[in-house]
């Protein structure tokens, strides 16, 4: 990834020689996921459901688009003054707004369908990585890194949409990704190295808005990521790195695990594909709780 003084994060992942990104959709009961897209000159990353219900929300090559699901066309949606965008947004489908973070480093937000953006977060000293929004649209959830050590643990941070100082709840000293609400804004659902048997090695967990211990919520082999809950809070999904993995690498034999949220041992599915960062990084389900999607990016080779 490249990177200039305007833009430290760089401008976004590319695809490799012989790659290709798929965009695919899977249901609650577990039936084999569908392929809806295929693209082999632009990397898309990260789906978000958009609130109509008939489209998905990606990132790719700095800009954000929609991707319809019925005729498979994608298009760009404007966004006038925000930077080039990575793979953390949200959608605030009460208010019409999109939260996003940018390769600035900040968190930005738009209108939905395009517009002009506003800056949030203001502290040139961190790095603002967003995952959640609090169901009532006055708070997000994100992870900040100091811009000087980006291989610092990742902290929880809360800021109120309108802007202001962030503030910090306690969720333990280890490495902290994913913070995202539940849908009745009890919790905060996120991955943590804090029950870690070894470096690196991620555990779902929550903890209660209120403040309180974290709570661990599967205790597994591999390394798991960004659990997403679904709009009704019955269903949940998240993804499984091989053991030993360290953070969240592109390019690697992953998968995608559907569960119900009382059980999250038991996957009602397992989806196994090549992919990783990118594939399922922020909430992708669908308004009706019946659908999720994901992305894959296979070589000719795997």
Do not use: C
């Not at 249901?27 to 990397?43: F, H, K, N, W």
């Not at 965008?85 to 930005?108: K, P, Q």
């Amino acid at each position: 990834m490249t990177s200039n003084p305007e833009w430290p994060l760089g401008r976004g992942r590319q695809l490799r020689p012989s790659q290709r990104t798929e965009v695919w959709v899977a249901d609650i009961e577990g039936r084999p996921a569908q392929l809806v897209y295929t693209s082999r000159t632009m990397l898309l990353e990260a789906p978000n459901w958009a609130p109509d219900g008939r489209g998905l929300l990606l990132n790719g090559n700095g800009l954000l688009w929609r991707l319809d699901l019925a005729t498979g066309h994608s298009s760009q949606v404007p966004l006038d003054g925000v930077p080039p965008l990575n793979n953390d947004h949200v959608v605030d489908a009460a208010r019409g707004l999109l939260y996003m973070s940018a390769n600035d480093g900040h968190i930005w937000s738009a209108p939905i369908d395009g517009g002009v953006g506003s800056r949030i977060t203001h502290d040139p000293s961190r790095y603002h990585f967003l995952h959640g929004i609090s169901p009532d649209g006055a708070t997000l959830a994100f992870v900040e890194l100091p811009t000087d050590d980006v291989a610092a643990a990742g902290r929880l941070a809360l800021v109120a949409t309108s802007g202001g100082d962030s503030w910090y709840p306690d969720a333990g000293s280890k490495h902290l990704d994913g913070p995202e609400y539940s849908p009745d804004g009890s919790w905060l659902y996120v991955n943590t190295e804090e029950f870690g048997t070894r470096p690196g090695h991620a555990q779902l967990a929550r903890l209660p808005v209120q403040g309180g211990r974290l709570e661990q919520l599967v205790i597994s082999d591999s390394v798991d990521w960004f659990p997403h809950l679904s709009p009704n809070g019955e269903f949940a999904t998240y993804i499984s790195f091989p053991a030993g993995t360290r953070g969240h690498p592109a390019d690697l034999k992953v998968e995608v695990q559907l569960v119900r949220i009382n059980d999250w041992s038991t996957p009602i599915a397992r989806y196994p594909l090549f992919g990783g960062q990118g594939t399922i990084n922020v909430n992708s389900w669908s308004p009706d709780s019946r659908r999720f999607a994901f992305v894959a990016y296979p070589l000719d080779t795997v």
